[in-house]
């Protein structure tokens, strides 16, 4: 394993859970109403107890939000503002990464993104951790979102803005896309 | 045969009967003793059978003890005194502890044993003294003013026989086995009234007796007395620092306590005897407040095992006050009697110097005894009235029961008399009542300035409270011990019960040894004849057996032998 | 001021309980023994049986076990005595305030009458804040 | 006049002799140990803030014992210290005073014992009995010690003892400084210092008797502790450089003898570890009471 | 014959921490031995689940003052080998270097103490002066005198100043002729020899069935150290002497310890003279799902940590395991059969805290003081006048 | 002995009771193992091979408790920790204590902050927690909430 480089595996656990899950179920969030005005804060219970107040979907978001809304900036705001040097720009891979190990949750990159994309929420200083409740039964979140952003699907789904993130999750957002600016 | 000397006795007391100062006083004592015994008796006694047997039992041996006081002649004398001997067996039978036979028997084997050696003593002295005059002459054998010199191969035998029949009574070294025996199986108050105080001033008395009116006493026989008085008391105190049972323990003080007295007399000068006399009394008056005070703890607890013991100074503190003054006067703290006494019986060792560098012994032995035995209380002290109280005691102190008037009074008056004797000793006019005993002026190189040393302590006393007074004692709050942090009362077993508390010494190289040896009873001489004896089979099964009857068979058929022998 | 109170200013014996701490507050008193710190020159003396005491230098941060002792604890100290919280866990749990075992900080068991902070403090900070204390009663009074 | 003596010499020349000796032992053990040590005055304070301190009656112990014991205490050492400086000053005493002091002595301990008995409290317990058997290891070579000047003053009063010494101290001899020796180890398990703070043991068993005594009880305790701390040393300059001798140039020898007792005394107790109660008692009854033995007979032999 | 119980603790002198020792005594022999612990626990383990693994670093300084070092030392080791990862040659000398220093100030801390349990109040006083002049050589490297923050998962906090190590060395060497003369003096008393000799005494199988560990285990002939064992941090780089003795009584006990200052000076100088360049952190961006163990040998023994991860920042178990957890039991197969006496001085012997034993306190992060120093004492005024008021005002 | 004998000698004896075997680097090893065989080969490692006995980790992994017990092997420096998994809801293993002593204060431990019940242990008594501590709260278990209602959680002073 290479020393220091954070992978989407790394961060999101090693445990392949799919396996354990019939029928290849997929958690599926709606971003969108996520981050509408509807719902200031995130609500939903998560089943993962490892942590006291764990809230698994806060890391899913995260997820998501850095891999379809973040602009990738060139030259990134929220990177250079960060005092602690936690985020990186995976070149490669496209996508920001934020290391939970640095990040002490100041929220200059909340302040420094000129398009608002960092939520302060989605940066707090216990990292949280979703395991898509690995065999404990039912995604304990989706009957907890008052907002109905969260469903269990099964297969391929199929729409505008509907993106697969890995192979347990899929997001609903209105992507922002390079070629499309 | 010894009937008609009772006879002849009560037809002519004059012949048979004087007075001295000592006796008498002896006689004021025993009657003390005695009215206590009956007194003590009413309470503890209670509810046992054949309680009028009992009491005339010790009215007997009053009557007896003052027989042996008075009487003149030796056969009378020896007669009250195998008589004593039997009383004690059947007094010792009233307890009712698993031993108490087994002890009974043994008592009665050394006292009647010693009384057979009595009686050969006697033998001897009336051969001695008037050849041979026949049975008559025997039998009106006076004691006073014989002055036989301990020359002869035949005068030490009769006056080691004599000796040791007062050893064996007194309770000193090597007769004393039968007293701790006895003091655990017996009743209380025959504990109290025979051994620690009947026993002692009669076997003291009569020590004293043969050793100034009998006998000329020579140095070499002045030190062996002195060096079995320090043995036994180093020896006996030393057991008793170790014992588990209440009653035992103080057993063991009774035979230590008698080696200051035979170390007294042996001292061989008038303030050593003196003291010796002086001590015996004190030493009745202590120890049966003691053994008294043991008593009524046993009664309310219904054990003298000392680990079940403890705290229970909350149920009965005016016993305990009274014991633990018996207790300071036992180890010599001045200002208590105790201390008078020992202080002249120092000051006779000390005066004996001429027989070399010796007395540095006897004196250390004393002294040290006396540390010893302050030792040994303060461990019943602690195991008995102070420390946590144990399971037992705790529910004796919920009971509430106050200590009656049967008990108290003896008590009051033994304390009292401890502290008033101690005090006032240089008031005690020595020279009327020992004076004619120890043939010669009681020559004090000095007086024991109990005045002045009970007043430096008495301002010490009161300068103690006053700095009380100048802090904040109004203001005494009462809470729980510090045992850090814990409390007592989550933690029962946190109890020091002080059984244990002389182990360590126990441990000690040497001792280690020693004691082991006296746990088999190595030192017992009862035992160790026994042992010896059951060589010969018949006979020691025979006595050992022995059921009263056979005892008495065998005493008199002794008796008979003996005087076909010599006659 | 009394010449009691003067004489308990002069004379302060502490007792040094420990409530779960991590022993270095308690190091460091025992250090204000050693020769660098010295506090007997101040008459200082550490005991070993509350009764004797005159200061009580709690440290740690109560644990459950220590709670109820402590009010024993604190009914079993001669008054009038004064307590000094020494380090923060004895101020205010510090660390370990949401610690299962710790349920409840120092002052709301018993009365304490001085604070002094630090983790640990250093002996020189316990001295004075010993000083501090001593001048405070003695000047309050 | 007897009370006179008592109440200047018996106690308050001796408390504030002693209270002072307890500081000269503090400092020179501080500087021992590279401290400073505490002020003059501070054993002084020390007894008044413990007067002014609350008494705490542990919850079921024998209340009146438990207060009197520490009273019992120091009466004795008032009257030993009274009987002493009544020697020195008007060889007043009386025949056999040597030994009333030497039994006098025991009461200290004997009110430590019992007031650790009666504190019901299982450490306290195991001190007084500690300081028992102590008492009794010391006691041997104690009373051996002690017989050597009787011997070489043949007689038991301590004025005499003091009188026969003016042509030359005892301690002079082979035999007095032998004895000499065994007694200053035995004052120091007398003043329960180390390595003989046995009962004490504050890091074993907290103090040991008196561990549940507060305000004025520990003070009076306190205090006991300090006066023996003057009246033994006295004891022994008594008994072997034949007691104070305040005229000329004596003062300074007394001084010196005096100041050397307590330093070696606090010599001894810096540079020794505790030993346990059963080294103790071996060790008194075993050298300790061979050298005393060997000090006798060299005595009784008029070495 | 009723049993006697003898407490020793919870707060008494001979512990600086609350502990309760119940001796099962006849006499003064002691026939056995319980223990009651719980009064220092503060659920260490569970408040370091709380934590990122970074502040957890503090808590874990905070199970004990005394090994402010090794916790911290062993927990970030444990960090560090849930994924692969190695830490630079210079961070490795500076926490040999922390780490050598505790040894010695431990060891100091703990013969003063030994001496003063047994009443040898002198060589306490001695000792721990001594021990000062190696406070000041940690506070001259560090900037603290315990307590030294220096650890952190993948490096060390805070460089060495260039221009210390000399003072350091200096001070080091200034100790060195003093050690040796408190260690002839320790060593060579008559006194000391009949307290300590045969006292105690473990033997090699039971501290083999104890897993007894450090200065305990080495007395008894037990050659266990970490440092050569399981090589890590500075310690393959030079030569040093495990000490190991066969008596397994106190007196050993007290031999390692006095022996070992000198080789941890030696240690200590070796570092210091030849510190390499480097960084001295390895930034761990993120700690991968995973476990990982962390022992070091502690100047008690090896002190072992276990760390559990997620993937988050914070752990998910953490289990502490101090020396003394194993050390302690063994108290109860030496002590049957000694004194009151010596039992406190073999319960000194293993030198037992139990802060970590108890350790299981828990992390919660801020540790940050919400007043100052004046506010305190303003706020303890207010608080000691309502409180003076409510008691009637005197 | 080597790591690979060691490591040959100990599979080839307990080839039925281990259930998985992961090396994770040259001084760890991993051995997953029945429950129900834990004295055997505990006591066969700490006896025969001389591995010291570590300390022994439970972790609450819900639904199962995971129990870790650490042997290292200090001759070639092997960390060896066998793996058990116990049942969540009622945690239950043979007591290793009985046979050794080392294990004696850590299964205590355990079993106070987890609930895991070891049978036959000589001296089943409580280690740490308070005395009014209740029965069946356990602090470790991922489930555990403040039940004392009387406790303060704020900052003091
Ligand atoms: S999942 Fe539901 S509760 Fe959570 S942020 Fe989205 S909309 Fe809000
Ligand atoms: S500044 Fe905003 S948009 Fe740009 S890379 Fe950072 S998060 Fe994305
Ligand atoms: S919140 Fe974290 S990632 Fe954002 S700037 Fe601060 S440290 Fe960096
Ligand atoms: S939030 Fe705090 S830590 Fe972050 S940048 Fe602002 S001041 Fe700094
Ligand atoms: S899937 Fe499970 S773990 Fe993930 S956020 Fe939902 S409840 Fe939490
Ligand atoms: S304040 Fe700090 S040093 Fe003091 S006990 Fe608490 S954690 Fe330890
Ligand atoms: S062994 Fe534990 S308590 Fe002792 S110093 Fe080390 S961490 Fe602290
Ligand atoms: S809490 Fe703040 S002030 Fe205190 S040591 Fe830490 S950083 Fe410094």
Redo the contacts between chains.
């Keep these: 394993m290479e020393m220091n480089k954070t992978t989407f595996d790394q961060l999101h656990g090693s445990i392949d859970v799919v396996a354990k899950r019939k029928g290849g179920e997929k958690l599926f969030i709606d971003l969108d109403i996520c981050n509408s005005d509807q719902c200031d804060e995130c609500v939903i219970k998560c089943s993962y107890f490892y942590h006291h107040v764990n809230n698994g979907m806060i890391s899913l978001i995260e997820l998501a939000t850095y891999a379809l809304i973040c602009r990738q900036c060139e030259e990134p705001h929220c990177v250079n503002s960060c005092p602690r040097d936690a985020l990186e720009k995976i070149e490669n891979g496209d996508t920001l990464v934020r290391h939970t190990a640095l990040c002490v949750n100041c929220r200059s990159c909340s302040h420094a993104c000129p398009y608002g994309t960092i939520y302060p929420q989605i940066v707090p200083y216990l990292a949280n951790i979703c395991d898509y409740c690995s065999d404990r039964g039912d995604y304990t979140c989706i009957p907890t979102c008052p907002y109905g952003a969260l469903s269990s699907v099964k297969g391929k789904v199929e729409g505008e803005n509907i993106f697969e993130l890995g192979n347990r999750l899929v997001v609903h957002s209105t992507h922002w896309d390079r070629s499309k600016a | 045969m010894s009937f008609n000397l009772i006879i002849d006795a009560l037809k002519n007391p004059n012949g048979f009967f004087a007075s001295s100062p000592l006796s008498l006083l002896c006689a004021a004592f025993a009657a003390m003793f005695f009215v206590f015994a009956v007194i003590y008796s009413l309470k503890h006694m209670k509810g046992r059978t054949g309680l009028w047997r009992y009491y005339i039992y010790l009215l007997a041996t009053f009557i007896a003890t003052l027989g042996i006081l008075f009487s003149t002649t030796f056969v009378l004398l020896l007669v009250l005194w195998g008589f004593l001997g039997l009383m004690l067996y059947l007094l010792i039978s009233f307890g009712n502890n698993e031993g108490t036979p087994e002890s009974a028997r043994k008592s009665l084997v050394i006292i009647g044993g010693t009384d057979v050696l009595l009686l050969l003593g006697i033998v001897l002295i009336w051969r001695i003294v008037s050849g041979d005059t026949g049975l008559s002459g025997f039998l009106h054998l006076k004691f006073g003013n014989l002055a036989i010199p301990l020359t002869g191969r035949g005068q030490i035998i009769a006056y080691l026989c004599l000796a040791s029949a007062a050893f064996a009574k007194a309770g000193a070294m090597p007769f004393h086995t039968w007293l701790p025996d006895t003091a655990r199986d017996a009743p209380v108050p025959v504990t109290a009234y025979l051994p620690a105080s009947l026993d002692k001033l009669l076997g003291i008395y009569f020590l004293a007796r043969i050793t100034l009116d009998v006998f000329v006493m020579t140095p070499l026989m002045n030190t062996v007395l002195m060096a079995l008085g320090s043995l036994t008391i180093m020896a006996a105190v030393m057991m008793a620092l170790v014992q588990h049972d209440l009653k035992r323990l103080l057993g063991y003080h009774a035979v230590s306590q008698v080696g200051y007295m035979v170390l007294g007399i042996g001292t061989g000068n008038p303030v050593g005897i003196a003291g010796a006399l002086f001590h015996m009394f004190n030493n009745t008056i202590y120890k049966s407040s003691l053994f008294l005070a043991g008593g009524e703890v046993e009664r309310r607890t219904g054990t003298s095992d000392l680990s079940k013991l403890g705290g229970l100074v909350k149920a009965m503190p005016l016993v305990f006050a009274a014991f633990l003054i018996a207790s300071l006067s036992i180890s010599g703290i001045p200002p208590f009697n105790g201390f008078a006494s020992k202080w002249m019986l120092y000051q006779g060792i000390i005066l004996s110097a001429g027989s070399g560098g010796l007395w540095v012994l006897w004196l250390v032995a004393a002294m040290l005894g006396s540390a010893l035995t302050l030792a040994s209380f303060m461990k019943l002290i602690h195991t008995v009235f102070l420390g946590q109280p144990s399971e037992i005691s705790q529910k004796v102190i919920e009971k509430k029961e106050k200590s009656g008037f049967s008990t108290l009074l003896p008590l009051t008056v033994l304390s009292l008399l401890c502290i008033g004797l101690g005090v006032f000793a240089w008031k005690i006019p020595f020279a009327d009542y020992f004076s004619p005993e120890v043939k010669g002026q009681v020559d004090f190189p000095g007086i024991w300035q109990s005045g002045l040393a009970t007043m430096m302590l008495i301002s010490g006393l009161v300068i103690g409270f006053l700095i009380y007074l100048v802090g904040t004692l109004k203001k005494a709050r009462i809470v729980e011990p510090f045992v850090g942090g814990e409390t007592l009362e989550k933690n029962p077993d946190m109890r020091v019960s002080g059984v244990d508390f002389y182990k360590t010494i126990m441990e000690l190289g040497l001792l280690k040894g020693i004691y082991r040896w006296a746990e088999k009873k190595f030192f017992d001489l009862y035992v160790v004849a026994g042992k010896f004896v059951a060589g010969f089979g018949i006979i020691f099964s025979f006595m050992h057996n022995g059921i009263l009857s056979r005892y008495f068979l065998w005493f008199i058929a002794g008796l008979v032998v003996l005087c076909i022998v010599l006659i | 001021m009394s010449l009691k109170l003067k004489a308990l200013l002069k004379s302060p014996w502490v007792f040094h309980l420990s409530t779960g701490s991590c022993n270095n507050c308690d190091i460091e008193i025992l250090d204000c023994l050693t020769p660098r710190f010295d506090i007997e020159r101040f008459g200082m003396l550490l005991v070993g049986s509350i009764k004797h005491a005159d200061v009580l230098l709690v440290t740690g941060s109560c644990n459950r076990m220590s709670v109820e002792r402590l009010k024993v604890l604190y009914e079993q100290v001669p008054k009038p005595c004064l307590v000094v919280a020494i380090g923060t866990c004895a101020g205010s749990r510090g660390i370990f305030k949401d610690s299962y075992n710790c349920p409840v900080p120092l002052d709301k068991i018993i009365p304490v009458d001085v604070y002094i902070p630090g983790c640990p403090p250093k002996p020189e900070a316990m001295i004075a804040g010993v000083v501090k204390l001593i001048e405070k009663v003695g000047g309050s009074k | 006049m007897?009370?006179v003596y008592?109440?200047v010499f018996?106690?308050a020349a001796t408390a504030v002799l002693g209270l002072i000796t307890s500081w000269i032992d503090?400092k020179v053990?501080?500087r021992?140990?590279?401290?400073?040590?505490?002020?003059f005055l501070?054993p002084f304070?020390?007894i008044?803030?413990?007067?002014?301190?609350?008494?705490?009656?542990?919850?079921?112990?024998?209340k009146?014992?438990f207060?009197i014991a520490?009273?019992?205490?120091?009466?004795?050492?008032?009257?030993v210290a009274?009987?002493l400086w009544v020697n020195q000053f008007f060889s007043e005493g009386?025949?056999?005073?040597w030994?009333?002091t030497?039994?006098?002595l025991?009461?200290p301990s004997?009110s430590i014992?019992?007031g650790g008995?009666?504190?019901?409290?299982?450490?306290?317990?195991?001190g007084?009995?500690?300081e028992?058997?102590l008492?009794?290891a010391y006691?041997?070579p104690f009373?051996?010690a002690a017989?050597v000047p009787v011997?070489n003053a043949h007689s038991?009063?301590l004025s005499v003892i003091i009188d026969s010494q003016a042509g030359g101290v005892f301690a002079g001899s082979l035999s007095g400084i032998l004895a000499l020796i065994v007694a200053i180890l035995c004052v120091q398990a007398k003043l329960a210092l180390?390595?003989f703070?046995?009962p004490e043991?504050?890091?074993?068993?907290?103090?040991g008797a008196?561990?549940?005594?507060?305000?004025?009880?520990?003070?009076?305790f306190r205090?006991m502790k300090n006066m023996l701390f003057f009246t033994l040393p006295f004891f022994l300059i008594i008994l072997f450089f034949g007691g104070l001798r305040l005229n000329g140039i004596n003062i300074l020898w007394t001084v010196l003898e005096y100041v050397g007792i307590v330093a070696i005394i606090t010599v001894i107790r810096?540079?020794?570890?505790?030993?346990?109660?059963?080294?103790a008692?071996?060790f008194f009854?075993g050298p300790m009471t061979l050298i005393a033995i060997v000090a006798?007979?060299l005595a009784?032999k008029g070495l | 014959m009723g049993k006697t119980i003898i407490p020793i603790g919870p707060y008494h002198p001979l512990q600086e921490e609350p502990e309760f020792f119940t001796l099962t005594v006849e006499g003064e022999t002691v026939v056995d031995i319980d223990m009651r612990m719980g009064y220092n626990h503060r659920g260490i383990e569970k408040l370091s689940e709380m934590k990122t693994f970074e502040n957890s670093t503090f808590v874990v300084e905070r199970i004990c003052g005394i090994c402010s070092t090794s916790h911290p030392y062993a927990y970030t080791r444990a960090v560090e080998d849930i994924f692969p990862m190695e830490v630079s040659m210079r961070s490795k000398y500076i926490r040999t270097i922390i780490a050598e220093g505790e040894r010695i100030h431990s060891h100091l801390l703990w013969l003063g103490l030994a001496g003063h349990f047994l009443g040898y109040n002198t060589v306490y006083m001695w000792a721990w002066k001594l021990r000062e002049e190696i406070l000041d050589v940690m506070e001259i490297l560090s900037g603290n005198r315990n307590a030294y923050a220096m650890f952190k998962p993948g490096g060390v906090r805070r460089d060495i100043n260039a221009e210390d190590i000399p003072i350091s060395l200096k001070k080091i060497d200034s100790i060195l002729p003093t050690l040796d003369m408190l260690k002839k003096a320790v060593l060579d008393d008559p006194v000391l020899h009949a307290r300590l000799k045969g006292v105690g005494v473990m033997s090699y199988q039971e501290a083999i069935d104890f897993s007894a560990l450090g200065p305990t285990s080495r007395a008894s002939g037990v050659a266990r150290d970490v440092r050569k064992d399981s090589p890590y941090g500075a310690y393959q780089e030079m030569e040093w002497d495990m000490i190991v003795t066969k008596n397994g009584d106190v007196f050993d006990k007290a031999v390692i310890r006095i022996l070992e200052m000198f080789e941890a000076a030696k240690i200590m100088k070796y570092c210091l003279n030849n510190l390499p360049d480097g960084e001295i952190d390895a930034k761990i961006k993120d700690v991968p799902p995973g476990e990982g163990i962390g022992h070091i040998e502690a100047p008690r023994g090896e002190t072992f940590h276990y760390v559990k991860s997620d993937g988050t920042n914070r752990p998910v178990r953490h289990k502490v395991r101090a020396p003394t957890f194993m050390n302690l039991p063994t108290y109860k197969a030496t002590i049957k059969g000694q004194t009151i006496s010596d039992a406190t001085i073999i319960l000194a012997a293993i030198d037992p805290c139990y802060c970590c034993t108890e350790r299981i306190a828990v992390k919660d992060g801020k540790g940050r003081m919400l007043y100052n120093g004046q506010d305190l004492i303003r706020l303890s005024r207010s608080k000691t006048e309502k409180i003076r008021q409510r008691m009637g005002g005197r | 002995m080597t790591r690979e004998e060691v490591l040959l000698d100990f599979t080839s004896r307990f080839h039925a009771d281990i259930l998985d075997l992961e090396d994770k680097s040259n001084t760890r090893l991993y051995v997953d193992i029945k429950p129900e065989s834990i004295v055997r080969i505990g006591t066969y490692l700490f006896r025969n091979i001389g591995a010291r006995f570590n300390i022994a980790t439970a972790t609450d992994l819900p639904p199962k408790i995971e129990i870790l017990y650490h042997f290292i092997l200090e001759d070639i420096n092997l960390l060896i920790s066998l793996r058990v998994f116990l049942d969540g809801e009622k945690p239950e293993i043979e007591s290793l204590a009985k046979e050794i002593e080392a294990f004696n204060w850590i299964e205590r431990e355990m079993s106070e902050l987890l609930g895991i019940t070891f049978i036959g242990h000589p001296d089943p008594r409580r280690l740490l927690l308070a005395d009014n501590w209740p029965e069946g709260v356990y602090p470790l278990r991922q489930d555990y909430e403040e039940w004392d209602n009387t406790s303060d959680r704020t900052r003091g002073v």
């Design positions: 007897t009370f008592l109440l018996g106690f503090r053990t501080a021992v140990q590279y401290r400073v040590g505490p002020p501070q304070i020390d008044v803030k413990l007067l002014g301190k609350e008494t705490l009656i542990p919850a079921g112990a024998s009146g014992t207060l520490p009273v019992i205490g120091i009466s004795g050492v008032i009257a009274t009987l009386f025949m056999g005073d030994i009333v030497i039994y006098l025991a009461i004997l014992i019992l008995f009666a504190s019901r409290n299982p450490l306290a317990s195991l007084a009995s500690r028992m058997k008492v009794i006691e041997l009373i051996l017989l011997i038991i009063r180390v390595p703070d046995i043991a504050e890091t074993e068993i907290v103090g008196l561990i549940e005594y507060s305000g004025p009880g520990l003070a009076i205090l810096n540079t020794n570890p505790r030993v346990r109660i059963d080294q008692v071996r009854w006798v007979v009784l």
